[in-house]
């Protein structure tokens, strides 16, 4: 009687045990899709912020060609 319950409460145990394994390889796998998720979204970010420093410096250039020339033409 005594070793029908150790048994029983063995298998209970591994089953519990291998459910939890389970669950927790599914929650890692959902993470990494999560952190991958993440990273393309920082790469993106990163790909706008570098196109908007490249059109921040095209004004700049430009506004210091409209400053030069205004200058050229208030000396002549």
């Excluded at 150790?6 to 298998?11: E, F, G, N, Y």
């Excluded at 990273?39 to 095209?58: F, R």
Aim: glycine share 0%.
């Amino acid at each position: 009687m005594m070793y029908d319950l150790q048994i029983s409460l063995t298998i209970l145990l591994l089953i519990i045990e291998v459910v939890a394994f389970a669950w927790l390889i599914i929650d890692i796998q959902k993470s990494k899709k999560k952190q991958d998720k993440i990273i393309q979204l920082e790469n993106q970010i990163l790909q706008l912020e570098e196109s908007i420093i490249a059109l921040e410096e095209t004004i700049i250039e430009k506004v210091d060609l409209i400053q030069n020339t205004l200058i050229s033409k208030k000396n002549k």
